[in-house]
């Protein structure tokens, strides 16, 4: 997270933003939302259910060109706004 | 089969009485086109609308008893009031007519109110007890056929469909925001509550007395699991006999009728062997209707071609689309009289339409079976999330949610990881009674993201789960866990939205009668009492069923792995040439008016929809739920006061009589 903030490219856009945009319109349904934390597991709050994983790597894959392998799809890297963009941040800098 | 309506109260003339009858009746004539009656006496009175189906001729009613002393309007079928005649005849009884309506009458001369437990039956109806000056109500055990009831100026009214009582001067529909919420958790709300504030239904197995002003409720039969270690003595061989026995016994008598009997073939284990039974019982002559669904994924037509070739039927099906789904469905809830989070019981809506169209009333169905003899997923999906519980952290047990859902493509391509996070069992679960359905409950209550802060606000502090906890009965937690799964579905999801929106509404939407072998008390009393090891075996669900069915059921019918019953949801709301009743029942405007959900948030939910983007189960509910709430409320909401009163503000329109009456 921090070497993708520090080391911006020209192709990066600011990663915890548009996550959280896109959450709050896909699984909250609300914008600007200071219900969700960024902490926040999706699941424990009920937003994420088994096609949301999905629609969410879709989005992760296209928005920021990346492709998430089989095993890369685990709570531990979806399941909070923070967790997705270190992940995803991780994943552009490799 | 019938509608039945009346009152018992305040004393009233008899024009008053007469009028508020035939509205009432009005109301109700898709059930009972063939006939109608009404009876008035001071204080009470009965009316009646009829289908014909057993003594054609005689069965006029409300009928009386003797000496016009007691008078009933019954909808619904006595199956075994052949034998009940009999045993009353040889007692010294006389009839007037063959009816099964005289048989109750003439039980409830003998024995009172406690005259239910003499009958096997589908049965909603009322007897006024002149001598007594009483009004006696009394409903099925199962919930096969509905009944209702309010009071208003101190008189109880009653009907089979919530649409008779709105005809009553006085009552008005406003939505009751609990029900709402239990809809939204368990996909209806926990009877007596209904969506409609102030109106009740009568549970099924209750009876209801009212005399003098005062009303009084009680049960007369509850679904009762043995003790975890107390199982039916026997060994599998004479149980599986016994079932079989029992089973071809309960078809035998459901086939009684004045009027052909047609038989429903979806082509899955249950259906096929009611059908087969039916088949072998009277072997000239059995029609089967059947739905082939457009899409692949829900079809069962190779299934029902088997059957009818097996059987020989005389077989009719009817293809069924996404856009057949969409145009119906307001007119499913008006049937229904209830927000629903599924679109399931529209082709179901559609099929009676055929059936009534070829000429049919009455039509058997093997709905009841997964529930009995413990056919759904849910009871497998609570057995494996035990036993990865057991194992927390492996990788290969979670893999077993993938067999259990061989149907759902959001599953199958689902890592281990997220499989065991989605059912995993949090620690406090696995002591819970609700245990077997916590993941359907909070996957279906993730949709409350879309209640307006009224509705939130309304509802703080108000528990649905809590709720069910405390009705279970005091020797729940003593009973095998298939059994308690069972009852949760057998006692409250059966009759709570099965046989209320997939069986009699939207049967008798179009005058035909469904009847369910499977729901024979007695088959549901022997069922309960089998070991659950025989009724789930590893994870093979209904195996003593399957066992029964071996002889009367084509092989591959036979051990067909269970295909749950299920419908396009979204896909039906979301095609770009879906009908415009429904982008305009999701517009802000409409949404902001009717106050019960959040209208941005139903915006974007409306957007996704456009896009072709909904597809997870809790979009899917809250886009079902949220539409037909809707349109609930344009059917039965009246508002007088346009100026911003919502549904919450307590504001009742003055009369829901014209209104309601025509529709």
Redesign the interface.
């Known amino acids: 997270m921090l070497q993708a903030v520090t080391q911006p490219s020209l192709d990066d856009e600011p990663i915890a933003p548009a996550v959280r945009a896109f959450i709050e319109e896909n699984f909250l349904f609300r914008s600007n939302s200071a219900e969700l934390l960024d902490d926040q597991s999706l699941m424990a709050a009920d937003l994420l259910d088994s096609t949301g994983v999905l629609e969410l790597v879709a989005f992760l894959e296209e928005r920021f060109g990346i492709v998430m392998q089989d095993a890369e799809i685990v709570p531990e890297n979806l399941d909070s706004i923070r967790a997705i963009s270190a992940f995803v941040a991780r994943k552009r800098s490799s | 089969m019938c509608g039945v309506a009346g009152y018992c109260g305040v004393d009233s003339s008899e024009d008053v009485g007469r009028s508020i009858l035939t509205d009432m009746i009005g109301a109700l004539r898709h059930r009972g086109p063939d006939d109608a009656g009404a009876y008035v006496d001071g204080n009470a009175g009965l009316g009646h609308a009829r289908l014909s189906i057993i003594d054609i001729g005689g069965g006029h009613q409300p009928m009386s008893g003797e000496r016009d002393a007691t008078w009933i309007a019954f909808n619904g079928e006595i199956f075994n009031y052949v034998e009940l005649r009999q045993e009353l005849i040889a007692e010294g009884v006389q009839f007037r007519t063959q009816s099964d309506t005289e048989v109750i009458l003439r039980l409830y001369e003998k024995l009172g109110g406690r005259c239910v437990e003499k009958l096997n039956g589908d049965f909603a109806f009322a007897i006024w007890d002149r001598t007594r000056r009483e009004l006696f109500l009394a409903r099925d055990r199962m919930g096969v056929r509905p009944l209702f009831y309010t009071t208003v100026g101190g008189t109880l009214y009653f009907a089979s469909e919530i649409k008779a009582l709105l005809a009553v001067p006085g009552v008005s529909a406003e939505l009751d925001p609990i029900a709402l919420d239990q809809t939204f958790t368990f996909w209806f709300p926990l009877a007596p509550r209904t969506h409609f504030k102030g109106i009740s239904e009568l549970p099924p197995g209750h009876i209801l007395v009212a005399r003098d002003g005062r009303t009084e409720v009680s049960a007369y039969w509850r679904l009762d699991y043995p003790e975890a270690d107390d199982p039916l003595d026997g060994d599998e061989a004479a149980i599986t006999e016994e079932v079989r026995a029992l089973l071809v016994d309960a078809t035998r008598i459901r086939l009684r009728s004045d009027v052909p009997v047609g038989s429903y073939l979806s082509g899955g284990l249950d259906s096929s062997l009611v059908t087969a039974m039916a088949k072998a019982l009277q072997p000239d002559r059995l029609t089967s209707f059947s739905i082939a669904f457009e899409d692949a994924e829900f079809d069962e037509s190779a299934f029902q071609d088997h059957m009818v070739k097996a059987l020989a039927t005389d077989h009719h099906r009817f293809g069924c689309g996404t856009r057949d789904i969409a145009e119906i469905f307001p007119s499913v809830v008006r049937a229904t009289e209830r927000p629903m989070l599924r679109t399931a019981p529209a082709p179901l809506f559609l099929l009676s339409r055929r059936v009534h169209e070829n000429g049919f009333k009455v039509v058997l169905t093997g709905e009841g079976a997964d529930e009995v003899f413990a056919g759904y997923d849910i009871f497998k999906e609570s057995a494996v999330r035990r036993f990865c519980a057991r194992q927390p952290g492996s990788h290969s047990r979670p893999m077993l949610f993938k067999r259990l859902y061989p149907y759902l493509p959001?599953?199958q391509?689902?890592?281990p990881?997220?499989l065991e996070?989605?059912f995993k069992a949090r620690p406090e679960d696995l002591h819970d009674p609700l245990f077997s359905h916590l993941p359907r409950f909070?996957?279906t209550?993730?949709a409350k993201?879309?209640y307006s802060p009224e509705m939130a606000r309304e509802l703080q502090g108000y528990d649905a789960l809590a709720e069910l906890r405390e009705r279970l009965p005091q020797d729940f937690s003593r009973w095998h866990r298939l059994s308690q799964a069972q009852y949760l579905e057998a006692a409250h999801l059966l009759p709570g939205y099965i046989l209320s929106s997939q069986g009699d509404r939207v049967a008798m939407a179009h005058a035909v009668e469904g009847r369910f072998p499977f729901l024979d008390h007695r088959v549901v009393e022997l069922a309960a009492r089998i070991p659950p090891r025989l009724k789930l075996k590893g994870l093979r669900e209904k195996h003593i069923l399957r066992e029964a069915a071996r002889d009367m059921l084509p092989t591959a019918v036979g051990n067909r792995p269970k295909q749950p019953y299920r419908a396009p949801d979204a896909q039906a709301f979301s095609d770009p040439s879906a009908p415009a009743w429904i982008a305009s029942s999701l517009s802000a405007e409409r949404v902001r008016e009717q106050g019960y959900f959040?209208a941005?948030?139903?915006a974007?939910?409306d957007?996704?929809r456009r896009a072709g983007?909904i597809?997870?189960?809790?979009?899917t509910v809250a886009l079902t739920g949220i539409l037909s709430t809707s349109v609930w409320h344009d059917s039965f909401c009246q508002r007088k006061n346009e100026t911003n009163v919502t549904f919450l503000g307590g504001h009742h329109a003055s009369s829901r009589h014209a209104a309601i009456a025509g529709r």
């Open positions: 959001g599953l391509n689902q890592q990881a997220y996070a989605f909070r996957n209550s993730a993201v879309f959040d941005t948030a139903v974007k939910l957007a996704k983007r597809a997870g189960y809790r979009d």
